[in-house]
Every structure is written in structure tokens, then in C-alpha cells.
């Protein structure tokens, strides 16, 4: 596990996992406190593995940010 600082200043615990495969790459984040993946797939390759990784943190702070514009989930789980 990691921690990943975002724009907003919070840092998340992550893992992650990409691989290469004839013609394609994916990358595979987890955000355990947030209860979030991010799951990218390109039909594709760039030179630089990362530079493709890195757009799972994108696509994770737009997520982030809409969850905290939304607040708390309004529906509770019945007992």
C-alpha cells in the first residue's frame, strides 16, 4: 500500500497493478478508504507505463470531488 497526496491535500492509501498485453495495457487502482476502484484499459500502448497509470488518479479526483459535493449518502441500511 501507498499513499497518494491529492490537489485537495488529502492522502489516500492506495494499491495498484498494470500490466502489458499483446497490444493493450491496464491498470488497476484501489482506494480501500473510500471504498472506490478505478479500472483503466487502452487498446494501445504509451512509452511510458506510468503515463498511463496516472490517469487512474484523474479519474479517481473527479470522483472524489463529486462524493464530498453530494455529502453523506442519504439511505440507511435497514436492521
Same mark, same amino acid.
Given at each position: 500500500?501507498?499513499?497518494?497526496?491529492?490537489?485537495?491535500?488529502?492522502?489516500?492509501?492506495? %494499491?495498484?497493478?498494470?500490466? *502489458? %498485453?499483446?497490444?493493450?495495457?491496464?491498470?488497476?487502482?484501489?482506494?480501500?478508504? $473510500?471504498?472506490? !476502484?478505478? !479500472?483503466?484499459?487502452?487498446?494501445?500502448?504509451?512509452? *511510458?507505463?506510468?503515463? =498511463?497509470? $496516472? =490517469?487512474? *488518479? $484523474? *479519474?479517481?479526483?473527479? =470522483?472524489?470531488?463529486? @462524493?464530498?459535493?453530494?455529502?453523506?449518502?442519504?439511505?440507511?441500511?435497514? @436492521?
Amino acid at each position: 500500500m501507498r499513499t497518494h497526496a491529492f490537489e485537495d491535500g488529502r492522502e489516500l492509501m492506495h %494499491a495498484n497493478h498494470g500490466g *502489458v %498485453a499483446r497490444g493493450g495495457q491496464n491498470w488497476l487502482m484501489l482506494f480501500p478508504e $473510500e471504498e472506490m !476502484a478505478v !479500472a483503466l484499459n487502452i487498446n494501445g500502448r504509451m512509452n *511510458v507505463f506510468w503515463d =498511463f497509470g $496516472e =490517469f487512474s *488518479v $484523474e *479519474v479517481a479526483s473527479r =470522483f472524489l470531488e463529486r @462524493k464530498r459535493e453530494l455529502g453523506p449518502p442519504r439511505h440507511t441500511a435497514a @436492521k
